[in-house]
């Protein structure tokens, strides 16, 4: 769910990209976006494409054929992740956790033993799985291996911590239509100075003209040459969220999150149901559920969207009928759609048992 | 500009990317892109991205590293398409017009002489410049070379004729915020059976993950393979946004702006000033307008925005300081602006020769 005004921001009228005034609003939308990814980066801007062309934006700049890379896999986007990355001409080293599970450091530590790769790359929070893997230990073996640290934060920015500058993350992306609650259609990115470095002193162009970071720099910095028309209705919506998000302070974000979590835990229990992912490490915004023996998961789903509006997310991969996902991401975490989530369930589980 | 019924739909509530009834908007925009694109084209969708994405779209598809391409260039989209081709491994024939005119069937044939390139590649309605390059004879000329056509339409579509079937066009692509009218953000596709053949017939894999058409055909078709978050907001507006274009009728569309095209013209003379690009192949959305000798032609610009609050384009490349570009576009394309851009460039015009 994205906010009212958000919503509404949607409908204005249109400006050129590159009226003085839209071109007011991607300064205004650069500077917040780096105080949400708690970063003092230039290059930090939205790229015209959703969460997934971030993803490939941050591995089109930044691998040239033939660099390793080593990859986190505990989920879907970790794969996706490993798939880009061998397009871009990598050579990729898989370091996989059970799907629920984070990565560990310890992991890391094992595959960076006596290699030097250009980047390593996880999933802050695997929205396939429900787990959130911690950042700063794996960001100072990658540093310590002469790499840079590349981290998704689609699911992750705006629903719990993201501190770019002090995990020293080296190249993020997220998307708008998660814990920031604006539409889907745009992927916030951020490079660091040393990412940036290599991006600007590639051997082989950039393989992707659109996602060319040297092109979009001219874009999106002083120059404002122009490159590809921004999605201007998008940039606006993303522009309220971000305000919104600010208005409500990170802090308080986070807490709010962390406090729907926990009510959707305990009333989850009261049902006899439990998060399925790693404790200690379940993601507040992303409740990866366990289906309980004999219930068919595909009814349950289809019902809460039929009978209450509801739409809860199946499980992927080795988790497919195994978990439900229920989110409470930005606007949508509150405890009304807790209790409503909770009763709908309850309902619905009661009927099928019935 | 966008229709109000457009920039309403933008604001619609959010569904799920994968909610049945978001799924029912997605078949019918495919059977309304069709419609416009005239073609049966299976493969026929709106890319996550903006035009140049459709580009891009395009090119990764259906080149592998050391194929073949001429590409048509009489502006900065010409440039471009060589560009991304260049980065797709292409080896590229360039066949060069001088700004402002199109690219002639007989400067095609000349390229093609002893040569059985995969791709040619034109621009129908070259934004930069105002021309429209006929695309039959060309088509016919590729197809007995062996060759895909590839056009872009990004300007052309909904303004003036595009017949992806009766000129056997093979790969086309298009954006949003030009004469169809909605916001900038989605980029049109269409793909012949024969082109799609060779797009999943290749040797490499597609470089772009997140244009890949081998993993689209998936999510845009009868399975819903999951593959990245649609735009949905932009999707509702492409909806209404198309629904408006066939209410209309392309004929009646088609008529309208050749007849505002006819207005604007004849009112510049009575200014005395005149259409820049080829006499024969004037764009009727854009219209590239001489500037006169001694006038400052970044200042009359600059009045027109702050006095009137009409924004025009400058010149790109060659062209710079030596034309304006007037759009009447879509939903612009009304006698009232005809009236309105030629009342404020001749109040701006004689103020500044006074």
Redesign the interface.
């Known amino acids: ?2 906010a009212p005004s958000v ?2 921001a ?5 400006l ?2 590159l ?1 003085p005034a839209f071109v007011g609003m991607m300064e205004e939308i650069k500077e917040m976006l780096r105080e949400v990814f708690q970063t003092k980066n230039r290059m930090t801007f939205p790229v ?6 971030g ?2 934006f941050c591995f089109v700049n930044l691998i040239e054929p033939g660099d390793e890379v080593v990859v986190g896999i505990n989920g879907v986007f970790g794969g ?1 992740m490993a ?2 990355a ?3 001409g990598a050579k990729v080293t898989r370091v996989e956790a059970e799907w629920g599970r984070i990565i560990e450091p310890a992991q890391i530590a094992v595959a960076l033993e006596g290699r030097k790769p250009k980047l390593v790359a996880v999933i802050h929070a695997e929205t396939s799985t429900g787990a959130l893997t911690p950042i700063p230990e794996i960001s100072r073996l990658a540093h310590e291996a002469g790499a840079l640290m590349l981290v998704d934060t689609v699911t992750s920015l705006g629903g719990c911590p993201v501190e770019l500058d002090a995990w020293g993350i080296d190249a993020v992306y997220s ?1 708008t ?1 998660k814990c920031l609650s604006a ?3 745009l992927a916030p990115v951020s490079l660091s100075d040393r990412a940036l470095e290599v991006a600007t002193h590639r051997t082989h ?6 996602l060319d970071v040297n092109l979009l720099a001219s874009y999106w910095g002083a120059e404002r040459v ?9 940039n606006y ?1 993303l522009h309220e969220a971000l305000r919104l998000v600010l208005e409500e302070g990170l802090e308080a974000r986070f807490a709010r999150h962390e406090r729907n979590h926990q009510l959707l835990k305990d009333g989850l229990a009261s049902l006899g149901l439990e998060i399925a992912s790693q404790p200690g490490h379940q993601l507040w915004q992303l409740n990866s559920v366990t289906v309980p023996e004999g219930v068919d998961e595909a009814a349950v789903r289809a019902k809460l ?1 039929q009978n209450f509006g509801i ?1 809860i997310g199946a499980g ?1 991969g080795p988790l497919k009928g195994k978990v439900w996902r229920i989110g409470l991401m930005g606007e949508s975490s509150t405890p009304d759609n807790v209790e409503i989530v909770l009763n709908a369930l309850g309902q619905t589980l009661s009927e099928a048992a019935g």
Chains 1, 2 share one sequence.
């Open positions: 769910m994205a919503l509404e949607m409908s204005r009228p249109l050129g990209h009226d015209s494409g959703t969460g997934s062309a993803m490939e996706r798939e880009v061998a397009r871009c998307g239509q539409p889907p259609g162009k950039v393989q992707s003209w659109y122009y490159h590809h028309t921004a999605p201007v209705s998008m919506a969207l739409e992927l």
